[in-house]
């Protein structure tokens, strides 16, 4: 005998899975698990636990320093004192004439004006002269020693204030660019004396510990190297 008649507008019902249906699709997976790990080998019985398992923690340590470098010889040469130094040069050609009788004299007086750049040549540094802790945010540097760059004469100021040749004497013509060079000579000289080398590292410090100030570090040590005496 048939069951009564269903509305076939009804709304369906939802039931949620059967235990029995479940365990049965739970046995079907397994099966197609075990399946395919029987047709790939035993191989990939080990591999797979493993690709579940938590990464290792990492072992890579920060080393901040080589942007610290970078940074550092991005500046190239750090001019850090220019000195103003003006010297006399009184310089003379002694000539023999008439068989060594007479003495012709050709002399000029130079009054020279120049200027002595100072600085540290920031491409020395290398990787080893620069340190950073991380956990304490200490910066430590060795930089090379300051170093002349460049010594000028100043065209407009420089100029020969007397120039006498005698009667029997002959024109040196190359007395004046002499006088220039023994100028030159004498004012890096004079640039050199006193505390002017301890002024130029003075100078660098505070702008080299600004620099890593921003870069990071909560504190800069500085020291000083001979030039010459390594580095990169």
Same mark, same amino acid.
Not at 100 to 110: C, H, R
């Given at each position: 005998?048939?069951?009564?008649?269903?509305?076939?507008?009804?709304? +369906?019902?939802?039931? *949620?899975? !059967?235990?029995?249906?479940?365990?049965? !699709?739970?046995?079907?997976?397994?099966?197609?698990? @075990?399946?395919?790990?029987?047709?790939?080998? /035993?191989?990939?019985?080990? @591999?797979?636990? #493993?690709?579940?398992?938590?990464?290792?923690?990492?072992?890579?340590?920060?080393?901040?320093?080589?942007?610290?470098? &970078?940074?550092?010889?991005?500046?190239?040469?750090?001019?850090?004192?220019?000195?103003?130094?003006?010297? +006399?040069?009184?310089?003379?050609?002694?000539?023999?004439?008439?068989?060594?009788?007479?003495?012709?004299?050709?002399?000029?007086?130079?009054? %020279?004006?120049?200027?002595?750049?100072?600085?540290?040549?920031?491409?020395? &540094?290398?990787?080893?002269?620069?340190?950073?802790?991380?956990?304490?945010?200490?910066?430590?540097?060795?930089?090379?020693? *300051?170093?002349? /760059?460049?010594?000028?004469?100043?065209?407009?100021?420089?100029?020969?204030?007397? #120039?006498?040749?005698?009667?029997?004497? !002959? #024109?040196?013509?190359?007395?004046?660019?002499?006088?220039?060079?023994?100028?030159?000579?004498?004012?890096?000289?004079?640039?050199?004396?006193?505390?002017?080398?301890?002024? %130029?590292?003075?100078? %660098?410090? !505070?702008? &080299?510990?600004?620099?890593?100030?921003?870069?990071?570090?909560?504190?800069?040590?500085?020291?000083? #190297?001979?030039?010459?005496?390594?580095?990169?």
């Amino acid at each position: 005998m048939e069951g009564p008649l269903q509305d076939p507008y009804a709304p +369906v019902a939802v039931h *949620p899975p !059967r235990p029995r249906a479940q365990a049965g !699709r739970a046995a079907r997976i397994a099966l197609l698990v @075990v399946a395919l790990f029987a047709s790939v080998g /035993f191989g990939a019985l080990v @591999v797979a636990p #493993r690709l579940g398992a938590p990464a290792p923690s990492s072992g890579v340590v920060a080393r901040p320093s080589p942007a610290l470098v &970078i940074a550092i010889r991005d500046l190239s040469r750090l001019e850090t004192t220019e000195v103003h130094v003006e010297k +006399v040069v009184d310089l003379a050609d002694r000539q023999s004439r008439l068989f060594g009788l007479v003495q012709a004299t050709d002399a000029l007086l130079l009054v %020279a004006v120049g200027h002595v750049t100072i600085g540290v040549d920031l491409a020395r &540094i290398g990787e080893g002269d620069v340190a950073m802790d991380p956990e304490t945010g200490v910066a430590r540097l060795t930089l090379p020693a *300051p170093e002349v /760059f460049s010594t000028r004469l100043d065209e407009d100021e420089t100029y020969v204030y007397t #120039r006498s040749t005698s009667l029997l004497a !002959r #024109r040196n013509e190359q007395l004046e660019a002499r006088a220039r060079k023994e100028a030159t000579a004498a004012i890096e000289k004079a640039a050199l004396e006193g505390n002017v080398m301890a002024r %130029a590292k003075a100078q %660098a410090e !505070r702008q &080299i510990t600004a620099l890593a100030t921003q870069l990071g570090a909560k504190r800069v040590e500085i020291r000083w #190297r001979e030039v010459g005496g390594g580095g990169g």
